[in-house]
């Protein structure tokens, strides 16, 4: 047993497994169990080896029917684990706690909302619909199938929910967009007295982010301090990118410098945040602060965020070096997001043929995004002729897209080709295709008082260690 805490990564397993043969004890279920749940378990475990292990056991027990179902679930191949319950059934063995909340989860993953109300109706039979790990995988697979009034329901007949149940049923609205619902059931927990955990402040800072609302965003913060989940990195991270989302960059800039145990994701999250923000000078300078010391090697994302700032700052040959740095110093390869960065920088600055020709010359087929920034470069520099190949691509990509006539027939406008502004509109109009409604803006004045959080003024459990 103790080879077996050894184990990290298949090779070592194989190996075991060989001497396991060899010794006589491939049909010890104690044993040969310890294979399959490093299988199943652990992120180095291969179901593919699991499986092979488990079809030579003559007679697997319950644990090791429910192991299997667990590794395919948590492998996201929901199809096999229903597979496994199948021939689980015909050999007899009864669904447990542990089987169903497997399965839960693979109805998830499914997003099947019949199959899970299968599910539901085999705990309802085993009476195990009331159990803490059946309730919570019921309410979280309600809420991956967005059938979020059952989830609710479900969550108000525990009588006294737990934490994991709490974070669940926030996480259920908030995955479903119920922002504010999440925000009033976070505020509920803390009044009933429940301490939140690092999964719930995470799952709760995504949903001040989305709406925007950044006072609740900072009485969260405030029931962070003085707490054990002040030092966590993950935190810290969430925290800033909620302060940039809701557009209060220069906390987030303060919360990032005083952070400590910074990891690659801190520092993509500011230069991102920095950059989308129009602080492109400051976001590049960031970037520049990573290498002397190689505080974190920069990765895919970290240049996403580098290009961006160059986009919104109009600096094309920073950009080009850039873009060059990342390919040849670092061998990232570039994305289609990396490659419509720089062709919105290229744009931008009017080099609409060299943008058009780096489309061309992608490794991959360009999107509707990438050819929309190329015909909106055209119509404001006046390239006809480029933004007439643009079109065209896009009419086959996405030929209902409304704002892309628009643009077309405005760079026939400016180029006084009315002709062809008016069979751009004849064209809408036959198609059916209507300008979409302009966009809308708020200001949250009263946001964070409909969600109910600047009701509390202290945190109940502030200061606790």
Avoid at 38 to 56: L, T
Avoid at 285 to 305: C, I, Q, S, W
Avoid at 316 to 328: A, L, N, P, S
Wanted: net charge negative.
């Amino acid at each position: 047993m103790y080879l077996f805490k050894k184990c990290s990564n298949a090779r070592d397993v194989t190996q075991l497994h060989a001497q396991i043969i060899r010794s006589g004890q491939n049909q010890t279920l104690f044993v040969v169990g310890k294979i399959i749940v490093f299988c199943a378990v652990s992120e180095q475990g291969d179901m593919g080896y699991a499986a092979s292990v488990f079809e030579n056991i003559e007679s697997p027990d319950g644990f090791l029917w429910n192991t299997m179902i667990r590794g395919f679930s948590k492998n996201c191949k929901p199809v096999k684990a229903f597979e496994y319950y199948k021939i689980m059934q015909e050999n007899g063995f009864l669904s447990d706690n542990f089987t169903l909340s497997f399965l839960l989860k693979a109805c998830g993953q499914l997003g099947s909302v019949f199959l899970g109300q299968q599910m539901h109706c085999s705990a309802l039979k085993h009476g195990l619909d009331s159990h803490e790990f059946v309730r919570s995988a019921l309410i979280h697979m309600y809420g991956m199938v967005t059938d979020i009034e059952t989830a609710s329901q479900m969550f108000e007949e525990i009588p006294e929910p737990e934490l994991v149940a709490w974070n669940i049923i926030i996480d259920c609205h908030v995955g479903c967009g119920k922002y504010k619902e999440a925000l009033n059931l976070f505020l509920r927990m803390f009044t009933s007295g429940i301490e939140p955990d690092e999964a719930t402040i995470l799952v709760t800072l995504s949903a001040c982010s989305a709406l925007g609302a950044l006072d609740s965003g900072r009485w969260v913060h405030s029931c962070v301090n003085g707490t054990r989940l002040n030092g966590i990195t993950t935190v810290s991270n969430s925290l800033i990118n909620m302060y940039a989302k809701c557009g209060a960059v220069e906390e987030a800039f303060e919360l990032f410098n005083k952070m400590k145990g910074k990891n690659i994701m801190s520092w993509n999250t500011m230069i991102l945040a920095l950059a989308t923000h129009g602080h492109a000078k400051e976001a590049l300078a960031l970037f520049e602060k990573m290498f002397p010391d190689n505080l974190e090697r920069p990765d895919d994302v970290t240049f996403l965020g580098v290009l961006c700032a160059c986009s919104h700052g109009g600096m094309v040959d920073e950009g080009r070096r850039y873009f060059d740095i990342m390919c040849k110093e670092y061998h990232i390869k570039p994305t289609i997001r990396h490659y419509g960065c720089m062709v919105d920088i290229l744009s931008r600055a009017g080099f609409v043929e060299e943008a058009y020709q780096l489309i061309r010359s992608m490794p991959m087929e360009s999107n509707a995004i990438v050819w929309r920034t190329q015909l909106a470069a055209c119509q404001l520099h006046g390239k006809v002729e480029l933004g007439e190949k643009a079109w065209r691509y896009l009419s086959e990509l996405e030929p209902d897209h409304s704002s892309d006539y628009v643009v077309l027939a405005n760079m026939y406008a400016s180029a006084g080709q009315w002709n062809e502004v008016q069979r751009v509109r004849k064209s809408m109009q036959d198609m059916g295709i209507q300008k979409s409604e302009p966009g809308k803006s708020f200001i949250g004045t009263d946001l964070d008082k409909r969600s109910d959080l600047r009701s509390v003024k202290t945190c109940p459990h502030q200061g606790r260690q």
